[in-house]
């Protein structure tokens, strides 16, 4: 299986920040990779796909990049409702998620 | 709107078994792939199984292949996680997730709300 490592596991924000999370396969997973937001007792929910596309409905600071084993999600402008746990997941092959990266206020 | 329900879960002893069904709406449910999802208390996302469109086609997490069965009917939008032999470690929340594609797990744009499995004595 292809593993999925994501960095930083925890990181403390302030609302306006610009936040980056990255991701790293170990092996290359070409775009195939996909970013999801989790609050607490919710569902996940789909940010990002194929590396960069936004999923409809999602805001635009919001963004997705790179490709072959090393990845980022990006928030240009943390606003209050995006503290939340963020998973990387590839789709190369059998998928597998990141273990995860929670932020939180600062 | 896209809804996916969730329901069959709770507490069994280790060895029982339990299914899952997960009724979908809002969407041609046969034109997709549908996955199984798990998360245990407090830790991250796991993914367990899908299913193709037609249902042609499974493939399973090796955590759970030879004792979960997973299978949909088309004429009821409903897919379903047989799981039998179940472990301590299968103790989960497990999601309901509309794959984006027909085949084979891609990205998961629709969830649904989670029914919770608890295997203990």
């Known amino acids: 299986d292809i593993q999925m490592t994501q960095s930083p596991s925890s990181l403390s924000a302030s609302v306006g920040d610009r936040v980056t999370i990255t991701c790293r396969a170990s092996q290359s997973i070409s775009s195939y990779l996909n970013w999801y937001q989790q609050k607490p007792g919710k569902a996940p929910k789909l940010l990002i796909y194929g590396s960069f596309s936004l999923q409809g409905g999602v805001p635009s600071r919001f963004s997705g990049g790179g490709s072959g084993t090393d990845f980022t999600l990006t928030i240009s402008s943390l606003q209050p409702e995006d503290f939340a746990t963020y998973y990387c997941q590839q789709s190369y092959t059998t998928p597998t998620f990141g273990q995860g990266t929670k932020v939180d206020i600062e | 709107e896209v809804q996916l329900l969730e329901s069959g879960g709770g507490l069994v002893q280790p060895g029982g078994s339990l299914r899952l069904s997960c009724v979908a709406s809002g969407f041609t449910f046969s034109n997709f792939a549908m996955n199984w999802v798990r998360q245990a208390p407090g830790k991250g996302l796991e993914w367990v199984s899908v299913?193709?469109?037609?249902?042609?086609?499974?493939d399973y997490a090796d955590s759970v292949k030879g004792r979960f069965t997973i299978s949909r009917d088309n004429s009821k939008n409903t897919l379903y996680l047989q799981m039998n032999s179940l472990r301590a470690e299968d103790t989960a929340e497990y999601y309901c997730?509309?794959?984006?594609?027909?085949?084979?797990?891609?990205?998961?744009?629709?969830w649904g709300q989670g029914t919770l499995v608890t295997v203990s004595s």
């Open positions: 299913i193709s469109d037609s249902g042609g086609s499974t």
């Open positions: 997730a509309k794959d984006r594609g027909r085949s084979h797990g891609t990205s998961f744009d629709y």
